[in-house]
């Protein structure tokens, strides 16, 4: 706390993974002797720079844009770049920190990293993004590469932003070099997938917790929050496998649609000339809209928190118990607080974490760089597939290894110990580096 002052959400993110790793630590003392905690907790190096751009009225801008460069030991720095107003290093630290641990997960060769500015792009024109981006990547073009650090998308960045990005990239440095930032468009270095992955992902996890306590989506009732891209291709997915999602949520309220969310609904509603998620009860008969709202005093089977970091409390935990959840896998990163994962553990509701069950998005992304370094292109059916495959190792291995640990069920205990353990071995056989 006193070496990093006001980055509660990182210390939060340090701390569990730390408390999951104790055992591991006590049977292996060549992992404290090379100092692997303290080395884990440093980022290798945190870049911050200034982001100065002109708006559409003339006026210079200043904003501030970072690159937190966590851990390269399994390969290139990998995480995405967040647009967000109010972003601070902390939370790119959490974000960071996670994502050295999820990549690690997904057996792909790729190390972690996280970026972004404290740019709003809501309310801005696309001239006005554009030129943030450029200016934007500026700075960012002299520390990313394919084998060094490869950005990508996160919230507040999306297919047309990479493009801005990529632009700038190519410009900046005369070398077109798709395998820098993943997220491209299709017809311009991007995989099929890559925009669907997480969430797709997400609901694949979470059949696979219900498949092991010999269960699965098929007729289930689930709660799926968000309204952005992870949370509308879980709702597809779980759709596909037989689930009726009821309820969905954006930053405003909540619907609550007893015969299934209308997916072309919520899309058109929350698209560019959108009416927003209030206007969907016009649409049908038998929703609710709730502004402010608490998805989770919806009963369901299953929950899945899709939209931002600590969005589900102890109490909502609470509320998600008694109502009979059966399973909660989290598609954003850390939507649960540490308390509402200790409810779901003493109820035995098996909880898959963020860094396992959102490791979809990150996967495919790893597949896009290998299809760039190839030159090669994959079908989405090839891809899904790979996708699935991918879900399934995840969670086999965080499975297994909370049974190693004596943790059976404990998925966070097993994601943070395998995670954990694929780095901290590939750091020692490195050397003190
Ligand atoms: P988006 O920006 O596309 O969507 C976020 C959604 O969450 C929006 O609908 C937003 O509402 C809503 N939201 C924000 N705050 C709240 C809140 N307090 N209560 C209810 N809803 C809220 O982001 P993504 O879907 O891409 O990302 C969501 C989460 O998943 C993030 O934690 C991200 O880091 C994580 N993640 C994303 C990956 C990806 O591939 N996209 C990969 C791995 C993790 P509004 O529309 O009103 O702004």
Known sequence: QRRNPGEDEFHQAAHEVLESVAPVIERHPEYARARLLERICEPERQILFRVPWVD????????RGFRVEFNSALGPYKGGLRFDGELQLGTLKFLGFEQIFKNALTGLGIGGGKGGADFSPKDRSDGEIMRFCQAFMTELHRHIGARTDVPAGDMGVGEREIGYLFGQYQRITN?????????KGLGWGGAQLRTE????????????????????LDGRTVVVSGAGNVALHAIAKVTDLGGLVVAC???????????????????????????????YPDRRRDARYEEDGSIWAIECDV?????????????DARRLVDQGVIAVAEGANMPCTPEAVDVFQEADVPFGPGKAANAGGVAVSALEMQQNAARDRWTFERTDERLVEIMREIHGLCRDTAEEYDRPGDYVSGANIAGFR???DTMLALGVV
């Open 249 to 279: 949520s954006d930053s405003h309220g909540v619907v609550h649609d007893p015969e299934g969310i209308d997916l072309d609904l919520v899309r058109e509603l929350k698209g560019e000339d959108g009416d927003g998620l209030s206007a």
């Open 56 to 63: 559409d009225d003339g006026e210079v801008q200043v904003n």
């Open 197 to 216: 992955a997480t969430g797709y992902g997400c609901a694949y996890f979470v059949e696979e917790m219900l498949q092991a306590r010999d269960t699965s």
């Open 422 to 424: 694929r780095v901290a």
């Open 303 to 315: 929950a899945l928190p899709c939209a931002t970091q600590n969005e589900l409390d102890e109490d």
């Open 175 to 183: 070398r077109s070099e798709p395998g820098v930032l993943t997220g």
